[in-house]
Protein backbone atom coordinates (compact mmCIF):
# COMPACT_ATOMS: atom_id res chain seq x y z
CA UNK A 1 0.00 0.00 0.00
CA UNK A 2 1.99 2.99 -1.61
CA UNK A 3 -0.66 5.82 -2.17
CA UNK A 4 -2.03 7.84 0.14
CA UNK A 5 -5.02 8.50 -1.78
CA UNK A 6 -8.63 7.75 -0.65
CA UNK A 7 -10.03 3.83 -0.32
CA UNK A 8 -10.51 2.51 -4.06
CA UNK A 9 -14.31 1.85 -4.94
CA UNK A 10 -13.20 -1.42 -5.98
CA UNK A 11 -13.02 -2.62 -2.31
CA UNK A 12 -16.58 -1.09 -2.24
CA UNK A 13 -19.45 -3.36 -2.71
CA UNK A 14 -21.78 -2.32 -5.78
CA UNK A 15 -24.34 0.20 -3.02
CA UNK A 16 -21.59 2.23 -1.46
CA UNK A 17 -21.53 6.06 -3.03
CA UNK A 18 -19.77 8.32 -1.52
CA UNK A 19 -21.11 12.13 -1.70
CA UNK A 20 -19.29 15.45 0.11
CA UNK A 21 -16.91 13.14 1.97
CA UNK A 22 -19.40 10.74 3.47
CA UNK A 23 -20.23 7.21 2.75
CA UNK A 24 -23.61 6.05 2.15
CA UNK A 25 -25.03 2.25 1.42
CA UNK A 26 -27.84 2.14 -0.43
CA UNK A 27 -28.66 5.83 -0.16
CA UNK A 28 -28.15 5.48 3.76
CA UNK A 29 -25.29 7.06 5.78
CA UNK A 30 -22.98 4.60 7.07
CA UNK A 31 -22.77 6.87 10.04
CA UNK A 32 -26.54 6.84 10.37
CA UNK A 33 -26.83 3.18 10.61
CA UNK A 34 -23.60 2.59 13.29
CA UNK A 35 -25.87 5.48 15.55
CA UNK A 36 -28.99 2.80 14.57
CA UNK A 37 -27.33 -0.16 15.74
CA UNK A 38 -24.40 0.72 17.02
CA UNK A 39 -20.62 -0.30 16.83
CA UNK A 40 -19.32 -2.77 16.26
CA UNK A 41 -21.28 -3.82 12.98
CA UNK A 42 -21.04 -6.03 9.86
CA UNK A 43 -22.97 -3.99 7.29
CA UNK A 44 -23.93 -5.93 4.44
CA UNK A 45 -25.25 -4.67 0.87
CA UNK A 46 -27.72 -7.64 0.10
CA UNK A 47 -28.30 -6.48 -3.41
CA UNK A 48 -24.21 -6.85 -3.85
CA UNK A 49 -24.72 -10.87 -3.30
CA UNK A 50 -27.17 -11.44 -5.29
CA UNK A 51 -25.42 -9.49 -8.25
CA UNK A 52 -22.58 -11.80 -7.67
CA UNK A 53 -24.47 -15.14 -7.24
CA UNK A 54 -25.86 -14.66 -10.37
CA UNK A 55 -23.00 -13.22 -12.30
CA UNK A 56 -21.56 -16.43 -10.62
CA UNK A 57 -24.55 -18.34 -12.44
CA UNK A 58 -24.55 -17.04 -15.52
CA UNK A 59 -20.96 -17.54 -16.12
CA UNK A 60 -21.16 -21.23 -17.09
CA UNK A 61 -23.32 -23.85 -17.38
CA UNK A 62 -22.38 -25.36 -14.33
CA UNK A 63 -24.05 -25.77 -11.29
CA UNK A 64 -23.11 -23.25 -8.32
CA UNK A 65 -23.01 -24.21 -4.84
CA UNK A 66 -22.46 -21.35 -2.14
CA UNK A 67 -19.81 -22.38 0.66
CA UNK A 68 -21.74 -21.31 3.52
CA UNK A 69 -18.59 -22.07 5.69
CA UNK A 70 -17.60 -17.77 4.19
CA UNK A 71 -20.93 -17.00 5.76
CA UNK A 72 -23.99 -17.86 6.98
CA UNK A 73 -27.29 -16.98 8.68
CA UNK A 74 -30.47 -17.70 7.49
CA UNK A 75 -31.74 -14.90 5.84
CA UNK A 76 -28.92 -15.25 3.29
CA UNK A 77 -29.88 -18.89 2.67
CA UNK A 78 -33.10 -18.01 1.95
CA UNK A 79 -31.66 -15.75 -0.36
CA UNK A 80 -29.66 -18.27 -2.01
CA UNK A 81 -32.71 -20.64 -2.02
CA UNK A 82 -34.31 -18.36 -3.81
CA UNK A 83 -31.63 -17.53 -6.27
CA UNK A 84 -32.01 -21.50 -7.31
CA UNK A 85 -28.20 -22.19 -5.84
CA UNK A 86 -27.04 -25.25 -4.29
CA UNK A 87 -25.50 -25.21 -0.63
CA UNK A 88 -22.20 -26.52 0.64
CA UNK A 89 -22.52 -26.93 4.16
CA UNK A 90 -19.51 -28.92 6.58
CA UNK A 91 -20.97 -29.55 9.96
CA UNK A 92 -24.42 -30.41 11.44
CA UNK A 93 -24.59 -26.81 12.93
CA UNK A 94 -24.67 -25.52 8.91
CA UNK A 95 -26.85 -27.92 7.79
CA UNK A 96 -29.28 -26.76 10.80
CA UNK A 97 -29.23 -23.22 10.09
CA UNK A 98 -29.95 -24.03 6.23
CA UNK A 99 -32.70 -25.94 6.84
CA UNK A 100 -34.28 -23.67 9.04
CA UNK A 101 -34.51 -21.16 6.43
CA UNK A 102 -36.16 -23.77 4.31
CA UNK A 103 -33.34 -24.64 2.52
CA UNK A 104 -34.21 -27.19 0.19
CA UNK A 105 -32.59 -30.25 1.30
CA UNK A 106 -31.90 -32.05 -2.09
CA UNK A 107 -29.46 -28.90 -3.17
CA UNK A 108 -27.56 -29.51 -0.18
CA UNK A 109 -23.88 -30.72 -0.51
CA UNK A 110 -22.41 -31.67 3.39
CA UNK A 111 -19.37 -31.69 3.78
CA UNK A 112 -16.73 -32.66 6.40
CA UNK A 113 -13.32 -34.86 7.31
CA UNK A 114 -14.92 -36.04 10.26
CA UNK A 115 -18.57 -35.97 10.50
CA UNK A 116 -20.14 -37.36 13.35
CA UNK A 117 -22.65 -40.82 13.49
CA UNK A 118 -25.10 -37.65 14.08
CA UNK A 119 -24.44 -35.14 11.77
CA UNK A 120 -24.43 -38.07 9.25
CA UNK A 121 -27.69 -39.50 10.63
CA UNK A 122 -29.79 -35.90 11.14
CA UNK A 123 -28.19 -35.47 7.00
CA UNK A 124 -29.93 -38.58 5.88
CA UNK A 125 -32.96 -38.24 7.55
CA UNK A 126 -33.57 -35.11 6.25
CA UNK A 127 -32.83 -35.48 3.05
CA UNK A 128 -29.31 -34.01 2.04
CA UNK A 129 -28.52 -34.44 -2.07
CA UNK A 130 -25.80 -35.28 -1.81
CA UNK A 131 -22.92 -36.21 0.98
CA UNK A 132 -19.19 -35.52 0.37
CA UNK A 133 -17.25 -38.67 1.70
CA UNK A 134 -13.80 -38.00 3.23
CA UNK A 135 -12.46 -41.49 4.90
CA UNK A 136 -13.18 -44.87 4.86
CA UNK A 137 -14.62 -44.98 8.36
CA UNK A 138 -17.82 -42.44 7.16
CA UNK A 139 -18.42 -44.18 4.36
CA UNK A 140 -19.48 -47.16 7.06
CA UNK A 141 -20.90 -44.83 8.96
CA UNK A 142 -22.95 -43.36 6.32
CA UNK A 143 -24.20 -46.62 4.59
CA UNK A 144 -25.35 -47.77 8.20
CA UNK A 145 -27.23 -44.36 8.56
CA UNK A 146 -28.75 -44.79 4.65
CA UNK A 147 -29.75 -48.72 5.33
CA UNK A 148 -31.44 -47.93 8.98
CA UNK A 149 -33.47 -44.84 7.02
CA UNK A 150 -34.52 -47.32 4.00
CA UNK A 151 -32.83 -44.70 1.39
CA UNK A 152 -30.36 -44.59 -0.62
CA UNK A 153 -27.95 -41.86 -0.44
CA UNK A 154 -26.48 -39.86 -3.11
CA UNK A 155 -22.07 -39.68 -2.72
CA UNK A 156 -19.25 -37.41 -4.17
CA UNK A 157 -16.28 -39.28 -3.19
CA UNK A 158 -13.26 -36.69 -2.43
CA UNK A 159 -10.26 -36.76 -3.79
CA UNK A 160 -6.75 -35.15 -2.86
CA UNK A 161 -5.57 -33.91 -6.38
CA UNK A 162 -2.22 -33.65 -5.53
CA UNK A 163 -2.17 -30.25 -6.62
CA UNK A 164 -0.41 -27.32 -4.44
CA UNK A 165 -2.52 -24.10 -5.10
CA UNK A 166 -0.32 -21.02 -4.73
CA UNK A 167 -1.80 -19.39 -1.17
CA UNK A 168 -1.22 -19.69 2.47
CA UNK A 169 -0.62 -22.75 3.66
CA UNK A 170 -3.55 -22.77 5.63
CA UNK A 171 -6.01 -22.54 3.25
CA UNK A 172 -4.24 -25.44 1.08
CA UNK A 173 -6.48 -28.37 0.52
CA UNK A 174 -5.19 -30.18 -2.12
CA UNK A 175 -1.84 -31.66 -1.66
CA UNK A 176 -0.87 -34.94 -0.52
CA UNK A 177 -0.50 -34.14 2.88
CA UNK A 178 -3.86 -32.98 3.58
CA UNK A 179 -6.64 -33.72 6.53
CA UNK A 180 -9.03 -33.83 3.34
CA UNK A 181 -9.90 -36.55 1.40
CA UNK A 182 -8.37 -39.49 -0.39
CA UNK A 183 -4.94 -39.48 -1.96
CA UNK A 184 -5.42 -39.86 -5.83
CA UNK A 185 -1.67 -40.83 -5.92
CA UNK A 186 -1.50 -43.91 -3.58
CA UNK A 187 -4.82 -45.32 -4.93
CA UNK A 188 -6.96 -44.36 -2.04
CA UNK A 189 -9.28 -42.60 -4.22
CA UNK A 190 -9.72 -45.20 -6.72
CA UNK A 191 -10.29 -47.79 -3.17
CA UNK A 192 -12.89 -45.61 -1.53
CA UNK A 193 -14.70 -45.08 -5.12
CA UNK A 194 -14.85 -49.03 -5.49
CA UNK A 195 -16.40 -48.90 -1.82
CA UNK A 196 -18.79 -46.55 -2.64
CA UNK A 197 -19.99 -48.44 -6.02
CA UNK A 198 -20.03 -51.83 -4.50
CA UNK A 199 -22.70 -50.55 -1.51
CA UNK A 200 -26.40 -51.12 -2.11
CA UNK A 201 -27.20 -48.35 0.11
CA UNK A 202 -24.99 -45.66 -1.30
CA UNK A 203 -25.16 -43.82 -4.71
CA UNK A 204 -21.85 -43.18 -6.96
CA UNK A 205 -22.94 -39.94 -7.99
CA UNK A 206 -19.32 -38.47 -8.58
CA UNK A 207 -15.83 -36.76 -7.18
CA UNK A 208 -15.31 -34.12 -5.68
CA UNK A 209 -11.65 -32.19 -5.44
CA UNK A 210 -11.06 -28.85 -3.49
CA UNK A 211 -7.17 -26.94 -4.03
CA UNK A 212 -7.65 -24.18 -1.21
CA UNK A 213 -8.72 -20.51 -0.97
CA UNK A 214 -7.90 -17.70 -2.23
CA UNK A 215 -6.44 -18.51 -5.58
CA UNK A 216 -5.27 -15.87 -8.16
CA UNK A 217 -3.40 -18.02 -10.32
CA UNK A 218 -6.06 -19.62 -12.44
CA UNK A 219 -3.41 -22.25 -14.02
CA UNK A 220 -3.96 -24.36 -10.29
CA UNK A 221 -7.66 -25.14 -11.37
CA UNK A 222 -6.32 -26.47 -14.86
CA UNK A 223 -3.40 -28.49 -13.17
CA UNK A 224 -6.31 -29.94 -10.99
CA UNK A 225 -8.34 -30.85 -14.10
CA UNK A 226 -5.68 -32.48 -15.44
CA UNK A 227 -5.06 -34.66 -12.38
CA UNK A 228 -8.73 -35.79 -12.51
CA UNK A 229 -9.05 -36.73 -15.94
CA UNK A 230 -7.93 -40.25 -15.74
CA UNK A 231 -10.11 -40.97 -13.31
CA UNK A 232 -12.93 -39.02 -14.83
CA UNK A 233 -13.04 -40.86 -17.61
CA UNK A 234 -12.88 -44.29 -16.40
CA UNK A 235 -15.96 -43.85 -13.91
CA UNK A 236 -17.73 -41.56 -15.79
CA UNK A 237 -19.13 -39.45 -12.66
CA UNK A 238 -22.53 -37.95 -12.99
CA UNK A 239 -21.30 -34.98 -11.40
CA UNK A 240 -17.36 -33.70 -11.14
CA UNK A 241 -17.34 -30.83 -8.54
CA UNK A 242 -14.17 -28.96 -8.48
CA UNK A 243 -14.27 -26.91 -5.49
CA UNK A 244 -14.18 -23.41 -5.00
CA UNK A 245 -11.45 -20.82 -3.33
CA UNK A 246 -11.39 -18.03 -6.17
CA UNK A 247 -9.23 -14.95 -5.21
CA UNK A 248 -10.40 -11.80 -3.66
CA UNK A 249 -9.17 -8.83 -3.67
CA UNK A 250 -8.76 -7.38 -0.16
CA UNK A 251 -5.99 -4.07 -0.91
CA UNK A 252 -5.22 -2.14 -3.61
CA UNK A 253 -3.72 -3.19 -6.12
CA UNK A 254 -5.10 -6.56 -5.65
CA UNK A 255 -7.35 -8.16 -8.42
CA UNK A 256 -9.83 -11.24 -8.18
CA UNK A 257 -9.59 -13.01 -11.58
CA UNK A 258 -13.68 -13.08 -11.60
CA UNK A 259 -16.38 -15.83 -12.77
CA UNK A 260 -15.53 -15.15 -15.90
CA UNK A 261 -12.00 -15.58 -16.17
CA UNK A 262 -12.82 -18.94 -13.87
CA UNK A 263 -15.12 -20.31 -16.00
CA UNK A 264 -13.14 -20.12 -19.30
CA UNK A 265 -9.90 -21.71 -17.44
CA UNK A 266 -12.08 -24.42 -16.10
CA UNK A 267 -13.85 -25.53 -19.48
CA UNK A 268 -10.35 -25.06 -21.48
CA UNK A 269 -9.28 -27.89 -19.04
CA UNK A 270 -12.28 -29.70 -19.66
CA UNK A 271 -11.96 -29.46 -23.32
CA UNK A 272 -8.43 -30.22 -23.50
CA UNK A 273 -9.08 -33.57 -21.11
CA UNK A 274 -12.16 -35.08 -23.01
CA UNK A 275 -14.06 -34.38 -20.72
CA UNK A 276 -17.88 -33.45 -22.01
CA UNK A 277 -21.38 -32.13 -21.09
CA UNK A 278 -21.99 -35.42 -20.16
CA UNK A 279 -20.69 -35.04 -16.30
CA UNK A 280 -22.53 -31.92 -15.01
CA UNK A 281 -19.51 -29.72 -13.19
CA UNK A 282 -20.19 -27.97 -9.68
CA UNK A 283 -18.35 -25.54 -8.21
CA UNK A 284 -18.40 -23.72 -4.43
CA UNK A 285 -17.60 -20.29 -4.41
CA UNK A 286 -18.17 -18.54 -1.16
CA UNK A 287 -15.55 -15.89 -0.37
CA UNK A 288 -16.09 -14.56 -3.75
CA UNK A 289 -19.73 -14.22 -3.77
CA UNK A 290 -20.13 -12.57 -0.27
CA UNK A 291 -16.17 -10.69 1.24
CA UNK A 292 -16.94 -7.74 -1.09
CA UNK A 293 -20.33 -7.79 0.03
CA UNK A 294 -19.69 -6.46 3.57
CA UNK A 295 -17.98 -3.85 5.95
CA UNK A 296 -17.12 -3.79 9.41
CA UNK A 297 -17.45 -0.54 11.18
CA UNK A 298 -15.98 0.64 14.12
CA UNK A 299 -15.58 3.18 16.56
CA UNK A 300 -11.97 5.00 17.66
CA UNK A 301 -11.52 4.81 21.34
CA UNK A 302 -8.07 5.70 21.63
CA UNK A 303 -4.78 7.33 19.46
CA UNK A 304 -2.15 6.45 21.14
CA UNK A 305 1.18 7.94 19.69
CA UNK A 306 4.29 6.31 20.27
CA UNK A 307 6.97 8.59 19.01
CA UNK A 308 9.72 7.11 16.63
CA UNK A 309 7.46 4.25 16.48
CA UNK A 310 4.62 4.00 15.66
CA UNK A 311 0.65 5.17 16.41
CA UNK A 312 -2.13 2.67 17.63
CA UNK A 313 -5.04 3.33 16.88
CA UNK A 314 -7.84 1.48 19.09
CA UNK A 315 -11.22 0.33 17.88
CA UNK A 316 -14.06 -1.02 19.49
CA UNK A 317 -13.73 -4.74 18.22
CA UNK A 318 -10.83 -6.90 16.86
CA UNK A 319 -9.46 -10.05 16.34
CA UNK A 320 -12.64 -11.37 17.74
CA UNK A 321 -14.99 -10.05 14.98
CA UNK A 322 -11.67 -10.52 12.49
CA UNK A 323 -9.23 -13.00 13.37
CA UNK A 324 -8.16 -13.89 9.79
CA UNK A 325 -5.15 -11.09 10.36
CA UNK A 326 -4.27 -13.40 13.81
CA UNK A 327 -4.17 -16.43 11.51
CA UNK A 328 -2.77 -15.95 7.81
CA UNK A 329 -1.63 -12.44 8.31
CA UNK A 330 -4.39 -11.35 5.68
CA UNK A 331 -4.06 -7.43 4.57
CA UNK A 332 -6.91 -4.56 5.03
CA UNK A 333 -7.54 -1.10 4.81
CA UNK A 334 -9.33 1.23 6.14
CA UNK A 335 -11.46 4.70 5.21
CA UNK A 336 -13.09 7.19 8.03
CA UNK A 337 -16.94 6.90 6.87
CA UNK A 338 -17.38 10.38 7.30
CA UNK A 339 -14.22 11.55 5.28
CA UNK A 340 -14.28 8.86 2.78
CA UNK A 341 -13.19 11.05 0.00
CA UNK A 342 -10.04 12.38 1.96
CA UNK A 343 -6.42 12.15 1.50
CA UNK A 344 -4.93 8.98 3.51
CA UNK A 345 -1.80 10.76 4.57
CA UNK A 346 -0.29 8.98 7.60
CA UNK A 347 0.48 5.10 8.65
CA UNK A 348 -0.77 3.87 11.64
CA UNK A 349 -1.78 0.43 13.21
CA UNK A 350 -5.32 -0.58 13.54
CA UNK A 351 -5.93 -2.51 16.57
CA UNK A 352 -8.60 -4.09 18.32
CA UNK A 353 -9.43 -3.99 22.28
CA UNK A 354 -8.30 -7.87 23.29
CA UNK A 355 -6.12 -8.80 25.52
CA UNK A 356 -3.30 -9.66 23.13
CA UNK A 357 -0.83 -7.85 21.82
CA UNK A 358 -1.61 -9.94 18.51
CA UNK A 359 -4.65 -8.41 18.22
CA UNK A 360 -3.79 -6.15 15.09
CA UNK A 361 -6.82 -5.48 11.98
CA UNK A 362 -4.25 -3.71 10.26
CA UNK A 363 -0.65 -2.78 10.74
CA UNK A 364 0.54 -0.49 8.58
CA UNK A 365 -3.36 1.57 7.84
CA UNK A 366 -3.24 4.65 5.64
CA UNK A 367 -5.67 6.91 7.12
CA UNK A 368 -6.28 10.69 7.21
CA UNK A 369 -4.37 12.62 9.65
CA UNK A 370 -7.76 14.45 10.38
CA UNK A 371 -8.26 11.19 12.41
CA UNK A 372 -9.68 11.59 16.08
CA UNK A 373 -10.94 9.60 18.85
CA UNK A 374 -14.56 9.20 18.69
CA UNK A 375 -14.42 8.78 14.60
CA UNK A 376 -16.38 5.67 12.76
CA UNK A 377 -13.69 3.90 11.23
CA UNK A 378 -14.70 1.04 8.47
CA UNK A 379 -12.90 -2.03 6.81
CA UNK A 380 -14.22 -2.86 3.55
CA UNK A 381 -14.18 -6.95 2.46
CA UNK A 382 -15.32 -8.49 5.51
CA UNK A 383 -18.35 -10.13 4.20
CA UNK A 384 -16.22 -13.44 4.16
CA UNK A 385 -14.82 -15.39 7.50
CA UNK A 386 -15.51 -12.32 9.59
CA UNK A 387 -19.06 -12.98 11.88
CA UNK A 388 -18.43 -16.60 10.91
CA UNK A 389 -15.41 -16.78 12.58
CA UNK A 390 -16.42 -14.80 15.10
CA UNK A 391 -16.00 -15.25 19.04
CA UNK A 392 -16.50 -13.85 22.63
CA UNK A 393 -13.21 -13.93 23.46
CA UNK A 394 -12.72 -11.38 26.94
CA UNK A 395 -16.41 -11.86 26.58
CA UNK A 396 -16.82 -9.46 24.01
CA UNK A 397 -20.40 -9.73 22.36
CA UNK A 398 -20.52 -10.25 18.83
CA UNK A 399 -22.20 -7.60 16.66
CA UNK A 400 -24.56 -7.19 15.11
CA UNK A 401 -25.58 -8.13 11.05
CA UNK A 402 -27.66 -5.18 8.85
CA UNK A 403 -28.79 -6.16 5.52
CA UNK A 404 -29.25 -3.20 3.36
CA UNK A 405 -30.53 -2.53 -0.16
CA UNK A 406 -32.82 -0.77 -1.83
CA UNK A 407 -35.99 -1.08 0.60
CA UNK A 408 -33.65 0.22 3.66
CA UNK A 409 -31.60 -1.51 6.55
CA UNK A 410 -32.77 -4.79 8.17
CA UNK A 411 -31.28 -6.80 11.18
CA UNK A 412 -30.99 -10.48 10.42
CA UNK A 413 -28.44 -11.06 13.05
CA UNK A 414 -29.04 -9.28 16.46
CA UNK A 415 -25.89 -8.41 18.21
CA UNK A 416 -25.33 -10.07 21.63
CA UNK A 417 -25.76 -8.77 24.97
CA UNK A 418 -23.71 -9.37 28.04
CA UNK A 419 -27.08 -10.94 29.23
CA UNK A 420 -26.26 -13.76 25.96
CA UNK A 421 -23.02 -14.51 27.45
CA UNK A 422 -24.37 -17.20 30.61
CA UNK A 423 -27.22 -17.71 28.54
CA UNK A 424 -26.34 -21.27 28.25
CA UNK A 425 -24.06 -21.63 31.26
CA UNK A 426 -25.92 -23.44 34.83
Known amino acids: MGATTPISPTLLSRGVSIREGRAYLHGIAVADLAEEFGTPLFLYDAA ?75 GVAKGVGLFVVDSVAEIGRLERAAEAAGRRQPVLVRVTPGVEAHTHEYVMTGQEDSKFGFSLASGA ?98 RSLVAQAAMTVYRVGTVKRLEGLRTYVSVDGGMSDNPRPVLYGSGYEAFL ?13 VVGKHCESGDVLIRDALLPSSLEEGDLLATPVTGAYGYSMASNYNRVPRPPVIFVDESGA ?16 V
Open 48 to 122: HIRAEVTAAKEAAGWQVAYASKAFLCRELARIMDELGVHMDVASGGELHVALSAGFDPGRIVLHGNNKSVAEIEY
Open 189 to 286: AEAALGMVKASPWLEFAGIHAHIGSQIFLLDSYAKEVDALAAMVKAHSPRVLNLGGGLGVAYVSGEESPGFDAWAVQLYAALEHNGIGPDVQIMVEPG
Open 337 to 349: PEAADAERDQVVT
Open 410 to 425: RVVVRGESFEDLVRLE
